[in-house]
């Protein structure tokens, strides 16, 4: 069965702080997506990479695939308190079901 | 253009009941996916329409069904609940079927909350 594992589960951290949260596997995966779902609402896409060790910037969002293609990165520099939700990865499985990781729940203390 | 729209938004059943939730896609997207998510077990799939065919099913008993109409709108049932089926079902649509492989975006809706007592 493949399976992402995200890490850590939870995290709360004080605003202008840097983090980075991990979603590992031991499956590769053709393509990654990370999504942000907030309170009440569904999840957004993020950013999908798909090249092994690509690495991808969105703002103060830093994403990287891993060279493998089996894990990925989140880096979010100076957080803040916009930043909180769950941030969630997904992949396409072998046979095209789409699997995603349980997620990480972040809070950013103002 | 307008998003992803679940009805109900909100539901309570009891246990033995059976449950019908609606999912309308963006305009023009042809593909639909449910998922339910809880806090245990995170976001699982569902199953996947396309053209009013499920293309793709996942690791739920056949209590939990679903069809798609020729306006791509859908529907999920899920028959005899139990209290384990209370949970977040969250539907998305994309514009084609396995848009995701080929690095496409999945627009999730809001989430019907079921909750069973």
């Known amino acids: 069965t493949q399976l992402l594992e995200q890490s850590p589960q939870f995290l709360s951290i004080q605003e202008g702080e840097n983090l980075t949260v991990y979603c590992n596997s031991s499956s590769v995966f053709s393509s990654l997506q990370w999504y942000r779902q907030e309170p009440g609402e569904g999840p957004v896409l993020l950013v999908t990479v798909v090249t092994g060790g690509e690495v991808k910037k969105l703002k103060r969002l830093t994403f990287q695939f891993g060279d493998a293609r089996k894990d990925s990165s989140l880096h979010i520099t100076a957080a803040q308190p916009g930043d909180t939700g769950l941030y969630l990865c997904?992949?396409?499985?072998?046979?095209?079901?789409?699997?995603f990781g349980k997620g990480t729940r972040l809070h950013i203390l103002p | 253009k307008a998003g992803v729209t679940q009805t109900p938004r909100y539901l309570i059943k009891t246990r033995g009941q059976q449950v019908t939730l609606s999912c309308s896609p963006i305009s023009g997207h042809r593909s639909v996916s449910w998922y339910q998510q809880t806090p245990g077990q995170g976001l699982q799939f569902l199953f996947e329409?396309?053209?009013?065919?499920?293309?793709n099913k996942g690791n739920f008993p056949g209590r939990f069904s679903g069809r798609q109409f020729s306006n791509s709108r859908s529907e999920m049932n899920v028959s005899t609940l139990e209290l384990g089926d209370s949970a977040l079902y969250l539907c998305?649509?994309?514009?084609?079927?396995?848009?995701?492989?080929?690095?496409?975006?999945?627009?999730f809706g809001e989430g019907s909350r079921l909750t069973v007592l």
């Open positions: 998305a649509s994309s514009l084609e079927s396995g848009s995701f492989l080929n690095t496409g975006e999945l627009f």
């Open positions: 997904a992949g396409a499985g072998r046979d095209d079901k789409i699997i």
């Open positions: 329409y396309f053209s009013e065919t499920q293309r």
